[in-house]
């Protein structure tokens, strides 16, 4: 068997220039976006149509006009589940009393329901005055328009396309 040698692979350094003269120490910041100070509105403002739409204004406004709003349902929906869960005890022998109590039980669940779907709605449209998206139409990304959005705030299409969505879903509904 022929005899292995063992061959050194030479490492090359790369050379480092030499320094002439000693830089200042010159230390680039990275750019940071610097935090405008938050806008503050009176809690008289309403959104006008010869500002810029979706101002900066309109954004603080519809972000407190929407907290505001799942505040309550949370508060509401908190309220109805527990004044709902001290009726249980309250059964009843007579079976007409026991279903009307079930009806408004199964009537009040879907309204907290409901609440839900609005507060989760509520969510996703602080989610797009965070992208900045907010006001502006998920298909067509069209101004929904000032009115449509004080109206209903966490309204996602403008009228056009909101009639093709619900002319779609009753299609689908229908097959």
Known sequence: MPKSTKVKKKVIKPKTKAKSKPKSKIVSKPKIAVAKSPIKISKTYVPKDNEKYMCEKHKVFFRIKLNEWKKELV???NEALYNGSMDDNSISADI???ASSYT???VEMKAINRQIKLI?????ALMRIRDE???YCLDTAEPIGLKRLMARPVAKYTIAAQEKHEKD???HADD
Not at 120 to 124: M, Q
Request: charged share 45%; no cysteine.
């Open 75 to 77: 508060k509401a929906n």
């Open 96 to 98: 007409v009393d026991q």
């Open 104 to 106: 408004d039980k199964n």
């Open 120 to 124: 989760s709605e509520i969510d996703k």
């Open 133 to 135: 998206t907010y006001g």
């Open 169 to 171: 879903e009753k299609v």
